[in-house]
């Protein structure tokens, strides 16, 4: 077994993007372990971190982590960070004229951030009997500032504080990690990045310097580098720019892997007619070229679907979140990643992400779709095969993609993931001569069990599992977003809590995911083409292709998405097929 450590950068391109990144880095520094004497755990935080140094020679550890966003987004962070500040003397000034200065008041932070501001100037003390990173009055192997949170365990309410992603930012960052896009404003009608051609022109000039130093900086310190987890969002420009990035990244970076991750979040403040079809125009391209540009291309949603009268949202059976504040759907989506990504995370028998691609991605079938139970419902004190036996008639598994699966269980490849069963027993412990009540309980190792159980829906597809018991931890600032069912760990009670009782704080949680390709994927990108094929974009949103694409451009991207839909027919009779659906192949 290796343990050789293949490292990954991380793009994050626009802001639902960095807000479900946000979180997602959030739970892996949770999960970092500071101190030499605890045994290495299943997950290789080298994979996605760096270690660095201050200039006051402070050993850091940040993220292999680029972050584009719009002019405004940042709120209270500063570009550049603070973890490498000079400490520059303002007094320094050298011009002798006279002065006029306009003093703006800052943005008011809320109470989260506040105590982190406390914690790092020594204000306050942290609580590290809920955090991995030890006490130490001395030095330490990563400096204290580093992981700020493993602070005081109080709760937080940020619903109605959190306007920006950095509103909820545990992590210091790299200086070299933020870039901020000038030429649009995030907040405002004006001068919005509203529209796919606008994102394609944006990489060039400064965009595209900044961006190829940031890349070549984190590229050239990596020893064995399999490539780029790309963190996109599909509603608006940022479709555009990201279809352009991964561009750049296949020419440049060639058999390296580039797995891209299409961001949509339920809803959008200030929806009009006119934007939602520019959503629809931006879901469309970018899936055609984001797909042509990736390993694969998994858009990540918990709308009911892209067009513009969607299904009510993914619900959940044991959260309760609110679909409408990006700072809970994100939080859900993060959650549902941090499992997506466990095979080429592992520290031990990790698969690089272009073999997860290649047994996905087969015969030009790039677009994958994506399934979760947050959180995965089992007992406490049960074994996998009772929690399994108690999901007998489906999957415990919701969609992640607005993709619903296959009726039938026809299915050309899938990727499971079983994390954070900790403590829990994998097979069944029935005692001797007693005749097992399933037959997933007469097996003898948790991959079996996992196994035997998707391939009674999915009787002849291709099957990759893997089975990590570390749980996604969870800390301040995530929503607690779970109903009273869970634990402390995020298992089911065998009892409700009397009313009036104290409700336990949810610190981890067990996620199921499942990545797949199939022939349900047909039906979701030809509904995606009718529904922008039944409208004449020149009469209904000209403005849309004022800034490209040409509309020589935009009929060959629905060309290819009618071709990329063929690629998951289902021939063999097993999918019945609608008129509409014969109609647009």
Known sequence: MSSLCREVITLQLGHYSNFVGTHW????????????????????????????????????????LIVMDLKGSLRTLRQEGRLYDAGKDASTVTWEGN???HEESPPEKNSFL??????????????????SQPQHSGSVSVDTVNNRLAQVQKGYRLEGSVKVWSDFLRIHLHPRTISVIHHY????????????????????????????????????????????????????????LGSKVTEMLQDSYGGRGILTWGLAPVSHPNSSPVKDLYRLLNYTLGTVHLASHSSFFCPLTLRGGLGRRPSPPTAFPYLNYDPSLWYHSSSVLALALDALTVPYRLRNNSVPMWQVADALAVSGR??????????????????LPDALSACADAPPWKPLSACSESADGRCYGQWATLKGFEGQRLISSLAPGTKPPTPLHSLHSGEDVLASYITSFYPTAPLALQLVSTPSKLTPP???????????????????????????????????TSLQSGPALHTWLSE??????????????????????????????????????????????????????????
């Open 366 to 383: 790039k677009v994958v779709a994506a399934y979760g139970a947050v959180p995965f419902p089992m007992m406490h004190g049960c074994s």
């Open 99 to 101: 002065l006029m200065m």
């Open 185 to 240: 404003n995030h907040d405002g009608e004006a001068h919005r990045l509203e529209a796919f051609g606008q994102g394609e022109a944006l990489l060039q000039g400064s965009v595209l310097e900044d961006l190829e130093d940031k890349l070549h900086f984190f590229v050239e310190e990596c020893d064995y580098l399999q490539g780029f987890q790309v963190l996109c969002d599909l509603a608006d420009g940022f479709a555009g």
């Open 114 to 131: 506040e105590d982190l501001d406390k914690l790092d100037k020594g204000e306050i003390l942290a609580d590290f009997s809920s955090s």
């Open 478 to 512: 995530f929503p607690q977003i779970f109903n009273h069912s869970l634990d402390a760990q995020g298992f089911l009670q065998s009892q409700h809590p009397p009313p009036g009782s104290l409700v336990p704080v949810v610190s981890s949680v067990p996620v199921m």
């Open 25 to 64: 880095w959030n739970l892996q520094d949770a999960s970092l372990s500071y101190d030499p004497e605890t045994p290495p755990g299943e997950i290789q935080s080298d994979v996605l971190f760096r270690e660095g140094q201050t200039l006051g020679g402070h050993v850091t550890y940040t993220p292999r």
């Open 528 to 585: 995606l083409h009718r529904g922008v094929s039944a409208f004449d974009i020149r009469r209904v949103a000209p403005s849309f292709l004022s800034q490209g694409p040409e509309m020589a451009d935009y009929k060959e991207a629905l060309e290819q998405l009618r071709l990329l839909s063929r690629c998951y027919r289902d021939d063999s009779g097993g999918v019945m097929r609608s008129s509409s659906e014969e109609e647009d192949d």
